[in-house]
C-alpha cells in the first residue's frame, strides 16, 4: 500500500488529524497490529501531516498504541509532546503473565518463512513465546523510549471524547482535567476491540491460565466440556480441552510438527478455493474429510490419539450453518479437524458438533444451557468464545466513528497479515540506528527458541534436594552472566522447595527467558505470581516474565549438591549477592573511574577521586560480611527495612535494577559519607544499611513506593526505620519533602498529641536539582549543600521546641 492508500484507510471523515488504527480489521495478530502502526506512523510522517515541533495523543496502550508511541518517539524526536492514554494501570496488560502462545507468522502458516520465531521488525521486535513473554519484551522497549524520549504515559486514564477543529488541531477530553482538554496536532485511536462478551459468567478470559492446560480434578466420570464460537478464540479452546493437559504452545507445536505428507498440498488448494470468487459458502470441514483424510499418515493418527483427554466428553457449538470459517488461522482449523476424525477414528466419539443451532433464551453466561430444540444441560466447564465486547471501547468516539467508511473490513481475499512498507522499514531502521547507544532491541525469548538455554533439575532425595546442572549452587551466578535462558525442571512441588522457590525466581528474573517444566504447574504458579509480581520490584517499567509449563524429561545433567531447601537456598543467594556486588563495583568503576560513563549526575573529577576511594573502602567491608553485604544490597532496592527481612524480596535484587535502582542509590550514600562529615559505612545490622556513630542511614533507590510514583509526599508517609533517608530517585527539593510532611502544619508549630515535630522525624533527603549542581562544582558545594539542610532542619526543630516552652 502506499502512503496515500495507507491514511484514507485510517483518517476518519471531516477530521484533518484523527486516525483509527487497526480497530476493525480482521487479521488482529500483536505482529498485525504492529505493522499497521508503523506503516501509519510512516505514513503520516512521509505526507507531512505532522510538523517536526508538533504534538501527538495516542488512544490506547496495547499492541498497536505502544508500537506507534515507540515508533514516533524513534523518527520523530523533536515533538513537543508524544502522550498515550491507557484507561488501565499498564501496557499491555491482558497478556502480562498469560501463557497463551504468540508467534509472528503462523497465521500465514504454511508460507514460506512462517515457522520463523522472529518478528523481524526494526524496532518493538519479538520472538515467538509466551504473551506474557512478548509483553514483557515489548513493554521493557516501551519503557526504554520513555527514559529517552519525549514520550509520556499516562496510565489509569481513560480518554472521554475527541473535539476535533475545523483546521487541524484535535482536543483530547479525559476524566477530571479541565473541560477545555489538551491540544494535539495529531491524535491516532488504538483502542482496541475490547474485552471478550460474556465474561461475567463462567468463562475465563482466553488470557488468563487455561483451566484445560492441567488434568480435570473432578469426581465426575466424563465431565463435559461446552466450548460455543467458531473464531480462533473457540477453535483453540476446542483444542485446549481435547489435548490431554497441554499448554497452548505444546499443541501448536505438536501439530505443526506432524509429517502430514501430500495432505499439506490438499489443504492447500481447498485454502485457494475458499479464498477464489463465491468460496466464502464453501463448508470445509466437509472438504477436508473429502480431499484430505485419506492423505493423512496413519502414523499421524495414532500420535493424535495418543494425546487426546481420556473420560472428557466436548460439545463444540456454532450458531453458525458451518464449523470452521475461512477466516480463522488455516493451522487452528487443521488442528481442530484431526482431533475430529481422530476421536471418529479411536472409537471414543467424545466430541459432539452442533452447527446452526442457536440458544434456547439468553447466552447462559452460567447455570444450564439449552440449544433450540434440546434438552437443558449443565457442563462442568464452559467457554463461550462469542466475540469481543467493543462497546465500552468504541463508546467515547461512537459519533465520530459512525461516518467512518471502514468500520466492518470484509476481506475478500484471504487476510494474510500486513507487510512492512519499504519506506517504514528504511525509516525506522535508520530512525533506531541514529539513537544514542543503538543496540538490536531485546528479544526475551531468542535464547531458549535457538536451544541457548541454562538447564537446573530439581528432585526431592527424602528431606533433601538435588541439584543437577552444569553449574553448582555456590557458583549459581554464572547462570546471569552468560546471556542464556534458564530452564528448570521442578521435580518437586514448591510446597516441598520451601525458601528454594525464591532462589529461583531471583535467577530467573534477571535472564533473557524464564521457563519452568513442574508437576506442580499450580504451586510453582502461583508462588512465582507472588514473588514476581510488579510490586514487588523497585519501580514501574520492570518485568519479571516467567512461564510455567507441565512437566517434560530434562536433558541429562549432573548432581552438583544434596543438601536441605534452606541451605540450598542460601548457598545460591550467597552467591548472586557476590556477583551483584561484583556487578555493583563495575558500575560505579565505569561512573567514577577514567571511563566517566554519563549516568545523569556530572561529577567534579576530584569528588570522583574521593567517592571511589571510599566506595573501594566499603567494598571491603561488604565482602568481609556476607550478612551486611545482602542487607546493604537489598536496602538500595526496597523501601522496606525489617530486622528479619524475607527472602521473597531479593528476587529483585539482579542486573535488571542494576542502573538506576542500584547504582544511584549506592553512589548517594557515598557522597553523604564523603560530603556531610558523617563518615556512613555499611551497616551490620538494623535499622538502614548505612551508619556511623550514633547516626542510621537508610540509601534506597526505589522509584515507587507501593505502586505509587515516588514524591514528597509519598515519601514522608513512608514509616522511614533511620535517622536519615537518601532517596537517589526522589527529584524534590528538601523543603519541599519536609514541608509536605503534614497540610495542616507550619514548620515552627509545636507538636501535637500524636505526631512527632520535624526535629524528632527521620531527615528525608533527595537527589533534586541543587545536589546534581552541587556534585558538578565539587566537593565544597556539596558540604554546603548538606550543611544547609542541617541548618534548617535544626532552625525549624528549635523553633518548634520554643513554641512549646512558650506555649
Known amino acids: 500500500m502506499t502512503a496515500d492508500e495507507i491514511i484514507a484507510e485510517a483518517i476518519i471523515p471531516d477530521t484533518h488529524s484523527v486516525f483509527v488504527l487497526g480497530s476493525f480489521e480482521q487479521r488482529v495478530t500483536v505482529f498485525a497490529q504492529q505493522v499497521r502502526a508503523l506503516n501509519l506512523v510512516d505514513a503520516i510522517l512521509s505526507r507531512g501531516l505532522l510538523q517536526d515541533t508538533g504534538s501527538v495523543a495516542i488512544v490506547g496502550g496495547g499492541a498497536a498504541g505502544i508500537t506507534a508511541a515507540v515508533a514516533l518517539a524513534r523518527a520523530a524526536p523533536n515533538l513537543k509532546a508524544l502522550d498515550l492514554f491507557e484507561s488501565r494501570s499498564n501496557v499491555l496488560e491482558l497478556q502480562r503473565n498469560s501463557s497463551r502462545y504468540l508467534h509472528p507468522h503462523f497465521y500465514d502458516w504454511p508460507n514460506a518463512g512462517s515457522d520463523n520465531p522472529n518478528a523481524g521488525l526494526p524496532l518493538m521486535n519479538w520472538t515467538a513465546g509466551s504473551a506474557g513473554e512478548v509483553a514483557a519484551t515489548l513493554r521493557a522497549q516501551f519503557d526504554d523510549a520513555r527514559r529517552s524520549s519525549i514520550l509520556s504515559f499516562q496510565p489509569d486514564l481513560g480518554v472521554t471524547g475527541l473535539n476535533p477543529s475545523t483546521i487541524s488541531t484535535v482536543r483530547v477530553l479525559v476524566p477530571g482535567a479541565s473541560p477545555l482538554g489538551k491540544i494535539y496536532d495529531v491524535v491516532i485511536l488504538a483502542i482496541g476491540f475490547g474485552l471478550e462478551a460474556f465474561l461475567d459468567g463462567e468463562t475465563p478470559s482466553y488470557w488468563l491460565p487455561s483451566q484445560m492446560s492441567a488434568a480435570l480434578l473432578t469426581h465426575q466420570a466424563e465431565p463435559l466440556i461446552f466450548i460455543s464460537g467458531n473464531g480462533d478464540g473457540g477453535l483453540v479452546d476446542f483444542l485446549m480441552a481435547a489435548f490431554n493437559a497441554m499448554e497452548h504452545r505444546a499443541i501448536c507445536e505438536f501439530i505443526l510438527g506432524l509429517d502430514l505428507g501430500p495432505a499439506i498440498a490438499a489443504l492447500e488448494v481447498i485454502e485457494q478455493e475458499a479464498w477464489a470468487a463465491g468460496g466464502a459458502g464453501l463448508d470445509l470441514l466437509a472438504l477436508y474429510r473429502d480431499r484430505v483424510l485419506d492423505l493423512v499418515p496413519q502414523a499421524v493418527w495414532q500420535s493424535i490419539i495418543a494425546q487426546l483427554r481420556p473420560q472428557a466428553r466436548i460439545h463444540f457449538h456454532t450458531n453458525e450453518p458451518r464449523l470452521l470459517r475461512r477466516t480463522t488461522a488455516l493451522h487452528n482449523r487443521l488442528a481442530v479437524f484431526l482431533v475430529i476424525e481422530a476421536d471418529r477414528i479411536s472409537g471414543n466419539n467424545r466430541v459432539q458438533i452442533t452447527t446452526g443451532v442457536a440458544f434456547d433464551g439468553a447466552v447462559p453466561v452460567t447455570g444450564a444451557i439449552t440449544l433450540e430444540g434440546g434438552t437443558p444441560f449443565t457442563p462442568y466447564r464452559r467457554f463461550l468464545r462469542l466475540g469481543p465486547d467493543s462497546r465500552p471501547n468504541l463508546k467515547p468516539f461512537e459519533a465520530m466513528l459512525s461516518t467512518f467508511p471502514s468500520r466492518v473490513r470484509a476481506s475478500a481475499t484471504r487476510p494474510e497479515s500486513p507487510q512492512l512498507t519499504a519506506t517504514a522499514r528504511a525509516r525506522f531502521e535508520a530512525a533506531v540506528a541514529a539513537a544514542p547507544g543503538a543496540a538490536p532491541p531485546p528479544l526475551v525469548a531468542a535464547a531458549a527458541v535457538a536451544g541457548e538455554s541454562d538447564h537446573l533439575l530439581l528432585r526431592a532425595n527424602g528431606a533433601d534436594i538435588e541439584w543437577l546442572s552444569p553449574v553448582t549452587p555456590g557458583e549459581a551466578e554464572r547462570y546471569w552472566v552468560g546471556g542464556r535462558a534458564f530452564a528448570v525442571y521442578a521435580d518437586i512441588s514448591a510446597a516441598d522447595a520451601g525458601p528454594l522457590v525464591a532462589a529461583i525466581a531471583r535467577i530467573g528474573a534477571h535472564v533473557p527467558g524464564f521457563v519452568i ?115 546493604f544490597l537489598l536496602l538500595l532496592a526496597t523501601e522496606q527495612d525489617h530486622a528479619d527481612l524475607r527472602d521473597g524480596m531479593l528476587v529483585r535484587v539482579g542486573p535488571k535494577i542494576l542502573r538506576p535502582f542500584l547504582t544511584k542509590p549506592a553512589l548517594f550514600g557515598l557522597t553523604f559519607a564523603v560530603c556531610s562529615g558523617h563518615a556512613l559505612a555499611p551497616a551490620a545490622g538494623p535499622p538502614g544499611n548505612v551508619a556511623t556513630h550514633g547516626i542510621t542511614g537508610h540509601a534506597c533507590g526505589v522509584g515507587w513506593i507501593g505502586g505509587r510514583e515516588l514524591g514528597a509526599s509519598c515519601a514522608m508517609r513512608q514509616s522511614w526505620s533511620t535517622g536519615i533517608v537518601l532517596l537517589a530517585q526522589l527529584k524534590d527539593a528538601f523543603r519541599l519533602i519536609e514541608g509536605e510532611l503534614r497540610f495542616d502544619r507550619a514548620a515552627g508549630d509545636p507538636p501535637r498529641v500524636g505526631m512527632t515535630s520535624l526535629g524528632e522525624g527521620p531527615l528525608v533527603i533527595g537527589a533534586d536539582d541543587v545536589f546534581v549542581t552541587a556534585l558538578e562544582a565539587g566537593e565544597q558545594s556539596v558540604q554546603d549543600y548538606f550543611q544547609s539542610i542541617f541548618r534548617w532542619r535544626s532552625e525549624a526543630a528549635q523553633a518548634g521546641l520554643e513554641e512549646e516552652e512558650h506555649g
Open 517 to 631: 517444566r513442574t508437576r506442580d504447574a499450580h504451586g510453582w504458579r502461583a508462588a512465582l505470581n507472588k514473588l514476581c509480581a510488579a510490586r514487588e520490584l523497585p519501580g514501574p517499567g520492570l518485568a519479571a516474565p516467567y512461564v510455567v509449563h507441565d512437566w517434560a524429561a530434562p536433558p541429562p545433567l549432573d548432581i552438583q549438591a544434596t543438601v536441605g531447601p534452606a541451605l540450598l537456598a542460601e548457598t545460591v543467594h550467597a552467591a548472586l549477592d557476590g556477583e551483584m556486588q561484583r556487578q555493583l563495583r563495575g558500575a560505579l568503576h565505569e561512573i567514577l573511574g577514567p571511563a566517566a560513563v554519563e549516568m545523569g549526575w556530572p561529577i567534579e573529577p576530584a569528588l570522583k577521586a574521593r567517592l571511589w576511594a571510599r566506595w573501594e573502602i566499603w567494598h571491603g567491608a561488604l565482602l568481609a560480611n556476607a550478612v551486611t553485604r545482602q542487607r
